[in-house]
């Protein structure tokens, strides 16, 4: 791999633009944790970096980034093999087919978007082959939660009524680890009432499961609002990397 100009030092105008990027969201994420009392234990920042090229992911780790988030397969396994050398923790937080699982256990840390038993069903099989193969650790699982009232304007995710069933394929499937809920705020609705909802679930799911503390909430236009409501992990994009280009 060519040494990337983030790494020797040399002139890199984008490199300086992630940073002051990444300096306005950190001071908000700052504020927002003082202003909830959280000093103690703040969130996780995730940063998104779908869509846009390995060369900022490299930039991203030269910043002190540790966690990116990807959604599509095909994107992030290759700039997980890529960027192998940089030991980051790669977030998968799209929509999965069951038939990726085999794929995303090879560099997925966690998955957020697990919705379905026969999704959480093939992240299993898939994880203990590859732990036979590898030795990797356990896969952290987020159950996505749609918040959503009405079928229209829905962004993925399990209906509330369907987590204690999820949890419980999850909490029984050696490799997995059920880490928590994940959830997108409803377009059209104010975000702070539906991560209130989704703070409301994850505490019906922790009083069964205690260890399923993590609430993935909050992404650029929504941060202060998650942070409130209790988010332990944010999945930011734009706001870091500014507009996503129109690649496929
Ligand atoms: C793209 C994406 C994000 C990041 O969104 P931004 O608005 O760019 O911060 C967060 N979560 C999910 C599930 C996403 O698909």
Redesign the pocket.
């Known amino acids: 791999m060519k040494a990337p100009a983030a790494a020797s030092g040399s002139h890199d105008p984008r490199l300086a633009e992630l940073r002051e990027r990444l300096a306005v969201v950190r001071q908000r994420i700052d504020s927002a944790v003082a202003d909830a009392g959280r000093q103690a234990e703040p969130p996780q920042l995730i940063v998104?970096t779908?869509f846009h090229p390995a060369e900022d992911v490299e930039r991203l780790a030269a910043l002190g980034i540790t966690d990116v988030?990807e959604?599509r397969d095909q994107e992030a396994a290759d700039k997980a093999a890529r960027l192998a050398e940089l030991r980051l923790r790669w977030h998968f937080?799209?929509q999965l087919q069951s038939n990726k699982a085999k794929s995303v256990v090879r560099y997925a840390h966690a998955v957020?978007?697990v919705d379905r038993p026969q999704l959480a069903a093939g992240l299993a099989k898939a994880v203990r082959a590859e732990q036979e193969r590898t030795g990797r650790a356990d896969l952290e699982c987020f159950i996505q939660v749609s918040l959503d009232e009405d079928a229209d304007g829905h962004r993925?995710g399990a209906l509330p009524a369907d987590v204690p069933g999820l949890a419980e394929v999850l909490s029984a499937s050696p490799g997995l680890r059920l880490a928590g809920v994940?959830a997108?705020a409803p377009l059209a609705a104010d975000p702070e009432a539906a991560f209130e909802k989704l703070a409301a679930i994850s505490a019906r799911l922790r009083s069964e499961y205690p260890q399923a503390t993590a609430i993935s909430a909050g992404?650029?236009?929504d941060l202060e609002a998650a942070i409130r409501c209790g988010a332990t992990h944010l999945?930011?994009?734009?706001?870091?990397?500014g507009p996503?280009p129109a690649l496929r």
């Open positions: 998104v779908k988030g959604n937080i799209g957020h978007s993925g994940m997108v992404m650029s236009q999945r930011i994009g734009s706001d870091i990397l996503r």
